[in-house]
C-alpha cells in the first residue's frame, strides 16, 4: 500500500538515526503522527538495526513507550508512523535555562518507569538521550 496515500508529510522535526522525521497527519482519522523517512539504499550497514527497532517497537504496549503504528514501504523509502509527541524533547526543555529541580524528578521517574517495562518484557533501550524523551515517552530505538 501506498503510504502517501494514508499520511500527509508536514514539517520536518527531527533526524534520527536512520533517517529524518516529520510531523504527519493520518488522512483518514485526522490524528497527528510521526513519521520515520528511512532511505534503506543509504542505510545497508543499519538495515538488521532498522528491523530490531520496528520489532520491539511494535511489541511494547506502555504508556512510557512511543506507540508504533505501521511500516510502509515506497520504493527504496522506509517510512515508520508512531504516535505524535507535541511536548518537545527533554532536550528541547532546557534550552531556555536551568530547569528547576522537582521537574527533574518528574523526567527522571517518567523515564525510569519507561525504561522498567522494557527491561520486564526483556528488552534494552541502546540510546537514551534528551532528544529521545519527548512528553517525557522513550522513544526511536
Known amino acids: 500500500m501506498d503510504p502517501e496515500t494514508l499520511y500527509d508529510v508536514n514539517e520536518r522535526i527531527g533526524r534520527g538515526a536512520f533517517g529524518e522525521v516529520f510531523k504527519g497527519v493520518d488522512k483518514k ?3 497527528t503522527v510521526a513519521i520515520k523517512l528511512i532511505d534503506l539504499e543509504e542505510a545497508l550497514d543499519e538495515l538488521e538495526d532498522i528491523q530490531q527497532e520496528i520489532n520491539i517497537l511494535s511489541q511494547c504496549d506502555s504508556p512510557y513507550i512511543t506507540k508504533y ?3 510502509y514501504l515506497k520504493g527504496s523509502q522506509l517510512w515508520i ?3 505524535y509527541m507535541g511536548g ?3 532536550l528541547e526543555i532546557r534550552k531556555p535555562g536551568p530547569i528547576e529541580e522537582s521537574f527533574i524528578a518528574i523526567i ?3 523515564v525510569l518507569k ?7 518484557e526483556g528488552k534494552l533501550h541502546r540510546d537514551i538521550k534528551g532528544k529521545f524523551l519527548s512528553s517525557i515517552v522513550v522513544i526511536f530505538f
Open 29 to 31: 482519522t485526522k490524528q
Open 69 to 71: 503504528y505501521g511500516s
Open 81 to 83: 508512523v508512531m504516535e
Open 88 to 90: 518537545g524533547s527533554a
Open 108 to 110: 527522571l521517574h517518567e
Open 114 to 120: 519507561g525504561l522498567e517495562y522494557l527491561h520486564s
